[in-house]
């Protein structure tokens, strides 16, 4: 039986979970931004699995995107797992209706908690708050491995019915046209020293330099992927994060976030 898990990833949670399960599976974790210039995706796996973080109470445009260039056969066990740090919202839910517009039928949606990594809505949690975490979500990891091995169909996990149609929803749906223009928010402090990291691990190309600064494009999707990993903590976004402690998984490092 051979596996792929695609996941986004900004900060590392969603690659932790991608490689946990092709891990249990014996397959191998891609990364969806490294597959954005690709016209049609088709993987050959028996199993394909969709790991994405929950962005506004629904889904990151890239991944979107992505869906759109999927391209499976009806005999492939497709599966999703949505990660968040509170509330899903529509985060499955909107993702299997893009997936079902595409023509492809999800046997299953799991929902996973992990460690906020959006820091305007507050720091994330740290020490004995966060092992829990990182302890469940390995434990939901083998958990999910098992049920997609079984072959079987499950129903998502798509969480309380009022908070996904009287949040998740109108939220999920005007979030995503919202970020492109979110990017004003971002800006650098004294500290940052011209390195490029934050251009280089940006999914979507969105930052250049000038002047040795660098200039968000306005195509951001709010990923936060240059702000937590800049290595001098230079860029700050609004007005309520400074002096907050940025946030990486620890199994992740730079060099699984480079994409130019």
């Known amino acids: 039986m051979t596996a792929v898990i695609y996941y986004f990833s900004g900060t590392g949670n969603s690659l932790f979970i991608a490689r946990g399960i092709a891990g249990e599976l014996g397959g191998e974790a891609v990364s969806i931004a490294r597959l954005a210039r690709e016209e049609k995706i088709s993987p050959k796996a028996q199993i394909v699995g969709i790991v994405h973080p929950v962005y506004a109470f629904g889904v990151p445009l890239i991944v979107e995107r992505f869906v759109s260039k999927l391209d499976l056969a009806k005999d492939q066990y497709l599966f999703t797992v949505a990660n968040y740090a509170k509330v899903q919202g529509a985060g499955i839910s909107r993702m299997h209706r893009s997936l079902k517009r595409k023509g492809l039928s999800p046997k299953a949606g799991f929902g996973m908690v992990m460690p906020n990594n959006y820091t305007p809505f507050g720091e994330a949690a740290c020490g004995e708050k966060r ?110 994060t400074a002096g907050k402690k940025r946030y990486r998984h620890p199994g992740a490092v730079l060099g699984d976030m480079l994409l130019r």
């Open 131 to 240: 092992e829990i975490l990182f302890r469940r979500a390995g434990e939901k990891i083998k958990e999910i491995a098992r049920k997609v091995r079984s072959g079987l169909e499950y129903p998502p996990e798509t969480g309380s019915f009022l908070l996904r149609w009287l949040v998740g929803e109108p939220v999920g749906f005007l979030g995503g046209k919202m970020m492109n223009s979110e990017d004003r928010n971002f800006f650098t402090s004294e500290k940052c020293d011209a390195c490029g990291i934050c251009s280089r691990v940006c999914p979507v190309d969105n930052i250049k330099f000038e002047l040795s600064r660098p200039v968000w494009k306005h195509r951001c999707e709010l990923c936060f992927a240059c702000f937590q990993w800049c290595p001098r903590e230079a860029i700050e976004f609004g007005k309520n």
